[in-house]
């Protein structure tokens, strides 16, 4: 079992750039794929990015590539999402989520309770 608390949210300009972090508990951290999801209001929640287990692997939105890039720190049980050059579209709650398998479609497991992030025109 393992529990999330995502952290990091808040009100920005478009243009701007913020880091999310995910905190993880539990001592098999190291041993689960991570993902970060996101839902804007009156929209399904969408995939964002995906890390393997060890780092060495990313998976990426198109419509993040080359803006967000997500990262972790096994040693910190801590995954992060560092968005740059945020658009009013990227306006959404940001969910981390944590699941033995890796990919982008898959079913994840583990949800924190989600950030919210809110930029501005």
């Known amino acids: 079992q393992v529990q999330l608390v995502e952290s990091g949210g808040g009100l920005v300009q478009a243009g701007d750039s913020l880091r999310l972090s995910c905190a993880a508990s539990g001592r098999t951290f190291s041993s689960y794929s991570m993902a970060w999801f996101r839902q804007a209001p009156g929209k399904e929640r969408e995939f964002v990015a995906a890390?393997?287990?060890?780092?060495?692997?990313?998976l990426d939105a198109d419509s993040v590539k080359g803006r967000f890039t997500i990262t972790r720190d096994n040693a910190k049980n801590t995954v992060y999402l560092q968005m740059n050059s945020l658009h009013p579209e990227d306006t959404a709650v940001y969910y981390c989520?944590?699941?033995?398998?890796?990919?982008?479609?898959?079913?994840?497991?583990?949800w924190g309770q989600g950030t919210p992030v809110t930029v501005s025109s």
């Open positions: 890390i393997s287990w060890s780092g060495r692997a990313t």
């Open positions: 989520a944590a699941d033995r398998d890796y990919g982008m479609g898959i079913s994840y497991d583990h």
